[in-house]
T-cell receptor
């Protein structure tokens, strides 16, 4: 699976957009980009995934660069409940094994 | 509907004891995963079941770790002769399909502390 690089921590003001970057320069053509988050003392929670095109759901938007070497997760209006560790994951086996890195600790401030 | 449940939520074991951790996946989910999460780290893959078949156990750290899913639903992760380095949160996840892009639903985890 391709390796991902994320900043260890980020801050965001409540109500503002949170933009979380991820580098995955060794991604191969058939590998997906997944984002999960983990709120303290809970299991990880799926947010969104994409292959080539930008994706949007009720939680977030995923912007993937044309060369697919990086992506950005956007939380459009961050709330205090969005404070969590955000994991960018690339690849996965045919059945979907996830290889987590260290993730980005996002802290949303009042 | 219920999500993925795990029991017990907390387990304290003395070094050398055997422990069994249970996972109840979402009904009808084909895929079941076990992950281990050490303090301050991301989860690490342990093993994967497709229905009752254990198709990948490459992440199990030693032969003291054993997992089963005999009827393709509930799964048990067993750790024999626990060691202090086994202290971690053990997470179970399930997904409806056995494909790479399918969302995984995680349980709350079992926190194992080995004294």
């Amino acid at each position: 699976d391709a390796k991902t690089t994320q900043p260890p921590s980020m801050d965001c003001a409540e109500g503002r957009a949170a933009n979380l970057p991820c580098n995955h320069s060794t991604i191969s053509g058939n590998e997906y980009v997944y984002w999960y988050r983990q709120i303290h003392s809970q299991g990880p929670q799926y947010i969104i995934h994409g292959l080539k095109n930008n994706e949007t759901n009720e939680m977030a938007s995923l912007i993937i660069t044309e060369d697919r070497k990086s992506s950005t997760l956007i939380l459009p209006h961050a709330t205090l409940r969005d404070t969590a560790v955000y994991y960018c994951i690339v690849g996965g086996t045919s059945y979907g094994k996830l290889t987590f890195g260290q993730g980005t600790i996002l802290t949303v401030h009042p | 509907g219920a999500g993925v449940s795990q029991s017990p939520r907390y387990k304290v074991a003395k070094r050398g004891q055997d422990v069994a951790l249970r996972c109840d996946p979402i009904s009808g989910h084909v895929s079941l995963f076990w992950y281990q999460q050490a303090l301050g780290q991301g989860p690490e893959f342990l093993t994967y079941f497709q229905n009752e078949a254990q198709l990948d156990k490459s992440g199990l750290p030693s032969d003291r770790f054993f997992a089963e899913r005999p009827e393709g639903s509930v799964s048990t992760l067993k750790i024999q002769r626990t060691q202090q380095e086994d202290s971690a949160v053990y997470l179970c996840a399930s997904s409806f399909l056995a494909v790479s892009y399918n969302e995984q639903f995680f349980g709350p985890g079992t926190r194992l502390t080995v004294l």
